[in-house]
């Protein structure tokens, strides 16, 4: 898979950051912060930065002390493997934390790309720092975070090594349904703002596999499909197809059949 990585935006004007207007402020921050509290974050974080679609946020490689919480808009993360094979281990939205990968070593183990046109927020990590040990609940929160990086990548794991392809893409339209529903979007009808080829790169099957995966769900009556809009119109089924309690789909049709 070949992945085009185009130069960081220079449109947009930068803007400073204001997390107490923000509609994403329950996502990025816990319930209980005072509002002197919310100004202190608000200080320490340099400014908003627009991404228009397909440019770079930071680049794999990168020296960072940077983290970026997403606003608004979509991204992938991207890996570049020695042989130079490129894989997506990530799709990050609204509410969600990009650049914790540069915490251990100070540089970025990916690459982000916007999917759309995007803003973040930049927060200098050794001032979040400093921050964090003066507001407990806020450490609590960032560690939070952190715990669900690591299910993420843990379930990208199993994804590869022990699912069948109609159970990955069953798993990570659900994964979607949940986080749009967390924003308080539908959980049920949603855009797909990622490629057939990203998710198919994310989830280690082919695009031709994919688009046959995708034409057998909506054949079972599972979801409707409209360009990159979806629609879960049979949730349960999805569910257990995920949960490995459906056979698989070929077994299905040869039953049928």
């Known amino acids: 898979m070949h992945i085009v990585l185009h130069p960081e935006p220079t449109a947009a004007r930068p803007t400073a950051a204001r997390c107490a207007q923000c509609a994403f402020r329950a996502l990025c921050l816990p319930e209980n912060l005072s509002d002197s509290e919310v100004v202190r974050l608000e200080q ?50 609204a509410g969600e934390l990009l650049g914790i990968d540069s915490i251990g070593t100070g540089q970025h183990a990916s690459t982000a790309i916007a999917l759309e046109d995007s803003e973040v927020c930049e927060i200098p990590y050794a001032k979040l720092q400093e921050l964090l040990v003066q507001i407990p609940r806020l450490m609590a929160h960032f560690h939070r975070i952190m715990g669900r990086e690591i299910l993420r ?21 659900l994964n979607l349904s949940e986080r ?25 099957l082919t695009i031709e596999c994919i688009s046959r995966q995708l034409a057998r769900f909506r054949q079972n ?4 499909l409209n360009k990159r809009s979806v629609e879960l119109t049979d949730r349960e089924a999805l569910v257990a197809l995920a949960a490995g309690l459906q056979p698989a789909l070929d077994e299905r049709q040869q039953r049928a059949a």
């Open 44 to 93: 320490i974080i340099g400014r908003r930065r627009r991404v228009l679609r397909d440019d770079v946020l930071f680049r794999m490689g990168e020296q960072s002390g940077m983290l970026y919480a997403v606003r608004f808009g979509h991204f992938k993360s991207v890996q570049t493997d020695r042989r130079g094979d490129q894989h997506i281990t990530g799709f990050q939205m």
């Open 153 to 173: 990548e843990q379930a990208v794991m199993i994804f590869l090594g022990n699912m069948r392809a109609e159970q990955r893409l069953a798993s990570f339209l």
């Open 180 to 204: 749009y529903a967390m924003r308080g979007y539908s959980s049920r009808s949603f855009q797909l703002r990622m490629s057939r080829e990203d998710i198919g790169g994310y989830l280690g």
């Open 221 to 224: 009556g599972w979801i409707t």
